[in-house]
């Protein structure tokens, strides 16, 4: 009897291990692909043309799969409804600002819809003056990071966004195509023509952010009350800009110091970001999460695994088994650019599932809206382990992290 009872054990738990290996085994297919809320965006540009590429989609069969199918399923922060960035790559000013109008709520019960656009107006001022004192030699695109917009803010304060918009009279979605390309092209005369006059250069990019964008305000009405850019974050907002913290995790840099992200979109490099091993990493955006604070997180959002259609990112097991996933892991890929800095999103709600944390992430991306759940993903942990490479977050939320950094 013993042994019949030896074998049964041994058969249920060879079975369950089989069940198991089924079930966290992914397979690809290959799609047509579709046109979705981006093509949207294009048409109410005017600037669409039909995609003649015939090459498929190589993404994760998501057929059968357990996976969060609304946002309903998690518990979740306070936040303002998703809005679109348009055709821009503004992502960091869209998502920081996102989470900033959920601390407002979180610290004192405000709602308040901010403007991402003028962030983005004084960050190209300041992007244009490096380039000019490092005579060419310094990054200009439509990227940058989080924590930008908390140094912006602390120079030229922010205002709501019924005050300034960013878009022109009847646009739908932000669009800075043109506007950046002149930008590019009358600094390379100036770089090709040794014209290195800061102040001239500043009114003429500010002349083409003008004509893109509008002029931002320099004082405005609200609630009854008239404010400055800088009364409005210190009487109104009553954010302190430098009680919010960027956490990243490489291997490339020491653990324990505040490192350079070496990245294009930190063309200012700065150098503040705390560096941590990925375990830390992890349960310091699970436990800040669970203890509700929301955080911006930056990282890849190219990858089989990460699909609009569903609004889910998960890792396939084809590219990596999750148990291999660590530092290594993370390192090389980021290290042979299959990771990038592509995209910055706000983590605001999480859920527990089959022992399993999916996270909850607004998204200003078109992608997000191609699916059922408009302007959000399901993230599982995996995908966050793997590929997100930076978060942040009020040092409040992360202090037990903070007490372990080398002084």
């Given amino acids: 009897m013993k042994n019949y009872l030896i074998a049964a054990i041994l058969i249920s738990s060879c079975f369950a291990q089989f ?49 969060p199918k609304s946002v309903d399923e998690f518990t979740a922060c306070w936040y303002n409804p ?8 503004t992502c960091w000013s869209f998502s920081t600002t996102s989470f900033l109008e959920s601390e407002v709520y979180r610290l004192h019960n405000k709602k308040v819809k901010l403007s991402e656009m003028y962030t983005v107006y004084c960050e190209y001022i300041e992007k244009i003056k490096r380039f000019i004192n490092e005579r ?25 966004e019924e005050a300034y918009t960013g878009l022109k009279v009847g646009q739908k979605f932000h669009d800075h195509k043109q506007m950046i390309s002149e930008i590019k092209g009358f600094l390379q005369n100036l770089k090709t023509t040794n014209a290195w006059d800061i102040e001239a250069a ?11 964008m509008g002029t931002p305000p320099k004082d405005f009405p609200y609630l009854r009350i008239n404010y400055t850019p800088q009364e ?50 992890m349960s310091s955006i699970k436990s800040a999460i669970k203890n509700g604070y929301s955080m911006c997180i930056g990282g890849d959002v190219s990858e089989p695994g990460h699909d609009g259609w569903h609004n889910v990112a998960i890792i396939p097991s084809f590219d990596i088994p999750s148990e291999y996933i660590n530092d290594d892991a993370r390192e090389f890929r980021f290290n042979d650019s299959t990771t990038q800095d592509d995209h910055g999103l706000h983590l605001i709600g999480y859920k527990i599932h089959n022992s399993r944390t999916w996270f909850l992430i607004k998204d200003s991306g078109a992608s997000a809206r191609n699916g059922n759940a408009k302007g959000f993903y399901f993230f599982d942990e995996d995908y966050v382990k793997l590929k997100i490479m930076d978060f942040m977050v009020h040092k409040e939320a992360v202090n037990d992290l903070l007490s372990k950094m080398a002084k």
Avoid: C
């Fill in 82 to 89: 998703p809005v679109s960035q348009g055709r821009t790559g």
């Fill in 19 to 67: 069940l198991f290996a089924q079930q966290n085994t992914n397979t690809g297919i290959f799609v047509d692909p579709k046109e979705g809320y981006y093509e949207d965006i294009l048409k109410a540009l005017d600037d669409y043309t039909p995609s003649k590429s015939k090459k498929k989609d190589y993404i994760v069969d998501f057929n059968g799969l357990d996976i």
């Fill in 136 to 160: 060419g030699n310094s990054e200009i695109s439509e990227g940058s990071e989080a924590n930008a917009v908390t140094r912006i803010w602390k120079q030229y304060g922010v205002i709501p």
């Fill in 202 to 212: 500043v009114r003429t990019v500010k002349s083409i952010l003008d004509h893109y």
């Fill in 232 to 281: 409005f974050l210190a009487n109104y907002l009553r954010l302190n800009p430098d009680d919010y913290v960027d956490v990243m995790s490489l291997k490339e840099k020491p653990y324990f110091k505040q490192v350079e992200y070496e990245v294009s979109d930190n063309w200012w490099h700065d150098s503040s970001y705390y560096n941590v091993p990925l375990d830390l990493f």
